[in-house]
């Protein structure tokens, strides 16, 4: 069981992700966000924009648990989504924008979720029973994960 000093921390790393990332990718010239460096499958560009398509998708399945008996929860394809023009072609900006608004939403729900909330829980067509609280753990961890990614990937590029 996660504890309320854990949650307040993990909300913090959702709240802070938006900074952290437009941080990571600030000097990146556009011509760079595309090449994929140091073993990576993915460019910078299409991480900036799997965060925002994972993170929207984060937010609605928590909003389902908080509102619906047992919702079920969607996956998705993440690599087919990588490969789309709109991860491709399109500046990071896009995706920035969503993350600083949704972050800030995001965060904000969660401050608010009272503590028997936690323990309500989704049906995730994968992975089984899903509650808030391990969400909450899935998601503070994967902003983390790709901060990691575009650092590796930077150092390839000899940012």
Known sequence: MVTTVERKEMISQIRELP??????????????LNRPAGGEDWSIRQVVHHLADAHLNAFLRMKLILTEERPILKPFDQEAWAELPDTTDLPAEPSLQILRGLHNRWSSL???VDEADWQRKGVHLENGLVSLDDLLVTYSGHGENHLRQIAKIKTGLGR
């Open 19 to 32: 900074t952290r990332v437009e941080d990571a990718v600030r000097d990146i010239p556009d011509e760079q």
């Open 110 to 112: 969660l401050e608010r």
